[in-house]
């Protein structure tokens, strides 16, 4: 891991222990270590704000964060409606972020070691339904180069599993379209991993790379209208707009890769063949995925109950 001193030597330096410039040598430090980009934007989100909430208590060095004002930013969040989720999501970046200030040697107490996880409810996370990706696809006419790449990109996130940062990241020559075969080289942690895209998919993604001009294997899989690579808030930005043209609220780009887990689960895949199919080195997060309606559990126990069945 590079030093701190090594990162304030190639940064603009006026005030050595600022939490702007702390801040900057976490993000440098993340990209030095080749971090997924996901979790660097991830870090610089939900840090920024906190430092604008530290400076705006007249704090102006990390050594002089205290444990009251991370658990007064934490009240803060609630109280700006952020849901339980989001906070955790903001205590976790709060929480890296001076386990390496400590690490460093930046700092020589880490207050949050003090700060308490915000407990965050057991919920089902929502997938993307059937009826809202046929309303997407509706509004995606093929006759045009947007229109097909627009739908190649729905059924492709749907029927993938991979995460909108892994789906941006694929090249022309990532995807095998005679097997199906994803090669996903960005996956989270820098793992590589295959995947597959069935054959109506690899004919949608098919039809829109016959649109396109100069479609080599390096160049990217998913383009914008002037050839350059689509990012995440591209991405997103496709999704936002189809969804208004469709009349629907915007499904969050997750909630295909929800609905890749639920779906595969309840069309009988195994969960250690969908572990694998999703880049998950264990099973607790995949878990959240399936958390299955009262239908599906109803459906199993009319097929297995054991009274219905014995006597």
């Given at each position: 891991?590079?030093?701190?001193?090594?990162?304030?030597?190639?940064?603009?330096?006026?005030?050595?222990?600022?939490?702007?410039?702390?801040?900057?040598?976490?993000?440098?430090?993340?990209?030095?270590?080749?971090?997924?980009?996901?979790?660097?934007?991830?870090?610089?989100?939900?840090?920024?704000?906190?430092?604008?909430?530290?400076?705006?208590?007249?704090?102006?060095?990390?050594?002089?964060?205290?444990?009251?004002?991370?658990?007064?930013?934490?009240?803060?969040?609630?109280?700006?409606?952020?849901?339980?989720?989001?906070?955790?999501?903001?205590?976790?970046?709060?929480?890296?972020?001076?386990?390496?200030?400590?690490?460093?040697?930046?700092?020589?107490?880490?207050?949050?070691?003090?700060?308490?996880?915000?407990?965050?409810?057991?919920?089902?996370?929502?997938?993307?339904?059937?009826?809202?990706?046929?309303?997407?696809?509706?509004?995606?006419?093929?006759?045009?180069?947007?229109?097909?790449?627009?739908?190649?990109?729905?059924?492709?996130?749907?029927?993938?599993?991979?995460?909108?940062?892994?789906?941006?990241?694929?090249?022309?020559?990532?995807?095998?379209?005679?097997?199906?075969?994803?090669?996903?080289?960005?996956?989270?942690?820098?793992?590589?991993?295959?995947?597959?895209?069935?054959?109506?998919?690899?004919?949608?993604?098919?039809?829109?790379?016959?649109?396109?001009?100069?479609?080599?294997?390096?160049?990217?899989?998913?383009?914008?209208?002037?050839?350059?690579?689509?990012?995440?808030?591209?991405?997103?930005?496709?999704?936002?707009?189809?969804?208004?043209?469709?009349?629907?609220a915007a499904p969050c780009l997750h909630a295909f890769r929800r609905a890749f887990a639920l779906d595969s689960l309840r069309n009988g895949a195994d969960i250690i063949s969908l572990q694998r199919l999703m880049g998950y080195s264990g099973l607790g997060v995949l878990q959240r995925y399936l958390g299955q309606t009262q239908d599906d559990l109803q459906r199993v126990h009319e097929q297995t109950g054991p009274v219905d069945r014995l006597l």
């Amino acid at each position: 891991m590079a030093s701190l001193n090594d990162t304030l030597r190639i940064l603009p330096v006026r005030d050595s222990s600022s939490l702007s410039l702390d801040l900057q040598a976490l993000l440098l430090d993340a990209q030095a270590r080749n971090l997924a980009p996901g979790s660097v934007r991830f870090y610089r989100q939900k840090l920024r704000p906190l430092v604008a909430f530290l400076e705006g208590c007249g704090v102006r060095h990390t050594e002089d964060v205290q444990v009251g004002h991370l658990r007064q930013w934490l009240v803060r969040l609630q109280m700006a409606n952020h849901t339980p989720g989001g906070v955790h999501a903001f205590y976790r970046s709060a929480k890296a972020w001076f386990s390496w200030l400590t690490a460093e040697e930046v700092i020589s107490a880490n207050p949050m070691a003090r700060v308490r996880s915000p407990r965050v409810p057991e919920e089902q996370l929502e997938p993307v339904t059937v009826d809202e990706v046929r309303a997407l696809l509706a509004v995606c006419d093929p006759r045009y180069p947007t229109g097909a790449r627009d739908r190649a990109i729905l059924l492709c996130l749907w029927d993938t599993g991979c995460r909108a940062s892994e789906l941006v990241a694929l090249d022309v020559g990532d995807v095998d379209l005679a097997t199906g075969a994803v090669v996903v080289r960005c996956g989270k942690g820098g793992k590589l991993r295959v995947t597959f895209l069935g054959v109506r998919a690899r004919r949608e993604l098919l039809r829109y790379l016959r649109t396109r001009e100069g479609a080599e294997p390096t160049a990217p899989l998913f383009a914008t209208v002037d050839g350059g690579r689509l990012k995440y808030t591209g991405l997103r930005d496709v999704i936002r707009r189809r969804a208004q043209a469709a009349g629907i609220a915007a499904p969050c780009l997750h909630a295909f890769r929800r609905a890749f887990a639920l779906d595969s689960l309840r069309n009988g895949a195994d969960i250690i063949s969908l572990q694998r199919l999703m880049g998950y080195s264990g099973l607790g997060v995949l878990q959240r995925y399936l958390g299955q309606t009262q239908d599906d559990l109803q459906r199993v126990h009319e097929q297995t109950g054991p009274v219905d069945r014995l006597l």
